[in-house]
T-cell receptor, first 115, second 109 residues
Framework: DGGITQSPKYLFRKEGQNVTLSCEQN?????MYWYRQDPGQGLRLIYY???????QKGDIAEGYSVSREKKESFPLTVTSAQKNPTAFYLC??????????????FGAGSRLTVL | QQPVQSPQAVILREGEDAVINCSSS?????VHWYRQKHGEAPVFLMI?????EQKGHDKISASFNEKKQQSSLYLTASQLSYSGTYFC??????????FGSGTRLLVRP
């Protein structure tokens, strides 16, 4: 079955450490996205990529980095520069980034807790 | 830039109706609606592409007023399964999908 796989599901990190969240899709989608969700809050866009080897910052990119070396993979690194990284992270993909063709399919999410 | 949703929360009895509104300060290309159950990923409900377009599935429908840069989600004869948080997402000329802060819906027996 096609879908998006995020790993790990739960992750604990000490302050000052970088962590990388994995996102893999087998839907053959061109566009991929990372969103952050805080308790009781909406989804805020961190980074998005409409094509391999290209990505753009979203609204809250500071303290995060991404890469898009393969179509199916879009890992997110939460760096030590991110001051408040504890959150639920959702990866999503869409057939393309064009309006009307960007219906998102979400992964199950990764919950990051900084100790 | 983030669309504004209202109300923030609503409690219904099974069988009652509800309307959730979403408005933007920017001209929109499309409006999306998603529902998220607690602890789960959001699930796509519908997308509206044209001004004045209305869509529906089951007893959930939506409208898009392009001129007013607004969309509304209508839940008719609500069921227990409708409980969750509803998000609208808007796409403007940047092609980024930006979500509102969500509306929590609780349907009680």
């Amino acid at each position: 079955d096609g879908g998006i796989t995020q790993s790990p599901k739960y992750l604990f990190r000490k302050e000052g450490q970088n962590v990388t969240l994995s996102c893999e899709q087998n839907l053959n989608h061109d566009a991929m996205y990372w969103y952050r969700q805080d308790p009781g809050q909406g989804l805020r866009l961190i980074y998005y990529s409409q094509i391999v080897n290209d990505f753009q910052k979203g609204d809250i990119a500071e303290g995060y980095s991404v890469s898009r070396e393969k179509k199916e993979s879009f890992p997110l690194t939460v760096t030590s520069a991110q001051k408040n990284p504890t959150a639920f992270y959702l990866c999503a993909s869409s057939p393309s980034g064009r309006a009307g063709a960007n219906v998102l399919t979400f992964g199950a999410g990764s919950r990051l807790t900084v100790l | 830039q983030q669309p504004v949703q209202s109300p923030q929360a609503v409690i219904l009895r099974e069988g009652e109706d509800a309307v959730i509104n979403c408005s933007s300060s920017k001209a929109l290309y499309s409006v999306h609606w998603y529902r998220q159950k607690h602890g789960e990923a959001p699930v796509f409900l519908m997308i509206l592409l044209k001004g004045g377009e209305q869509k529906g599935h089951d007893k959930i429908s939506a409208s898009f007023n392009e001129k007013k840069q607004q969309s509304s989600l209508y839940l008719t004869a609500s069921q227990l399964s409708y409980s969750g948080t509803y998000f609208c997402g808007t796409v403007d000329s940047s092609y980024k999908l930006i979500f509102g802060s969500g509306t929590r819906l609780l349907v009680r027996p």
